[in-house]
């Protein structure tokens, strides 16, 4: 059965959900540089394309971001992945501008930022599950990295809290890039609505011209 994308894309019932969009993870001061660059490809023109968009019509925009204590507390450091982050130089320290969505996609003064401190992903154990709730969203629109780790995770959880997932996948990222075209492809389609930023704008334009 074909997927309804333009209902799924109803501005009053969907949200825009940037995760780890950064200036740490994703922009010039990374600590991840090789995501980075893939990121700088093609995912951040995209995102910021959509966050504009989502925006001009009303469509809540939640920013998720990774943070970390000074002393690193209560950050997880029971996986590689952790401890090798822990290790680097650059730390994304709460208020800082490496913690700062990048300046390409920005914050706008209506869109909503919820940080987290420990986690594979956006969603367990933080606010966004209920705040999105709270809003009246039934689908979620993810964007950002990685499709290594965190991307994976947050379609998973959030089609487990029986979310509707429409995934562009333009506007994510991961390394290598055949690999995570590969994810995308064998793994996230099954649980996600896998589309492009172009389709997306579409489906939005489409309730916009509607009324």
């Known amino acids: 059965m074909p997927i309804d994308l333009v209902g799924l894309l109803d501005p009053r019932r969907c949200a825009l959900v940037t995760q780890e969009c950064q200036r740490g993870v994703i922009g010039d001061a990374s600590v991840l540089p090789e995501l980075a660059a893939e990121a700088q490809r093609e995912a951040v023109g995209n995102i910021a394309r959509l966050a504009g968009t989502a925006r001009r019509l009303g469509v809540p925009v ?18 590689r992945l952790f401890r090798a982050v822990a290790g680097r130089e650059i730390a994304i320290l709460p208020g800082t501008e490496e913690a700062g969505v990048v300046d390409e996609i920005g914050t706008d003064p209506g869109d909503l930022v919820l940080e987290r401190y420990h986690g594979l ?25 990685s499709v290594n780790v965190a991307m994976p ?10 979310y509707q997932f429409v995934l562009p996948r333009d ?41």
């Open 171 to 211: 506007a994510v990222a991961g390394v290598p890039r055949q690999w995570a075209d590969q994810v995308i492809d064998n793994m996230l389609t099954l649980m996600a609505t896998v589309t492009t930023t172009d389709e997306v704008l579409a489906g939005w334009a489409g309730h916009h011209e509607g009324g």
């Open 153 to 162: 995770n947050f379609v998973m959880d959030a089609v487990n809290a029986g």
């Open 62 to 79: 939640v920013h998720c971001l990774a943070l970390r204590h000074p002393r690193g507390l209560g950050s997880n450091t029971n996986a």
């Open 121 to 145: 992903g956006p969603m367990g154990g933080t606010e966004l599950d209920a705040v999105l709730r709270n809003m009246g969203v039934t689908t979620v629109v993810g964007v950002g990295v």
